[in-house]
Nanobody, 117 residues
Framework: QVQLVESGGGLVQAGGSLRLSCAAS????????MGWYRQAPGKQRDLVAS???????NYADSVKGRFTISRDNVKNTVYLQMNSLKPEDTAVYYC???????????WGKGSLVTVSS
């Protein structure tokens, strides 16, 4: 099992920045990739950014150039630096960890990000 705990959400004005953190614990050696998803009210949960154990990254087109995902392997923590935030970035952001071999997903409880115009 893997446990994920997010922190760092909150309210920010458009154009501002926030950094989300996701601390992983448990069987972390089994994790192949970690990432962030978001879900706005009435919408599906979509991938925002991901990073593999090898350091490869992937971003949604809507956040490219504004968001950066990174990881600290010593602290077992993944970060999402969000700059130039827009009102449409408002959502609950969920941390995700994947085990490719078994197709297993682990989820955090979510962190609300609200961007005011």
């Amino acid at each position: 099992q893997v446990q994920l705990v997010e922190s760092g959400g909150g309210l920010v004005q458009a154009g501002g920045s926030l950094r989300l953190s996701c601390a992983a614990s448990g069987n972390i050696r089994s994790i192949d990739a970690m990432g962030w998803y978001r879900q706005a009210p009435g919408k599906q949960r979509d991938l925002v950014a991901s990073i593999t154990s090898g350091g490869g990254t992937n971003y949604a087109d809507s956040v490219k150039g504004r968001f950066t995902i990174s990881r600290d392997n010593v602290k077992n923590t993944v970060y999402l630096q969000m700059n130039s935030l827009k009102p449409e970035d408002t959502a609950v952001y969920y941390c995700n960890a994947k085990r490719f071999l078994f197709g297993t997903d682990y989820w955090g409880k979510g962190s609300l990000v609200t961007v005011s115009s």
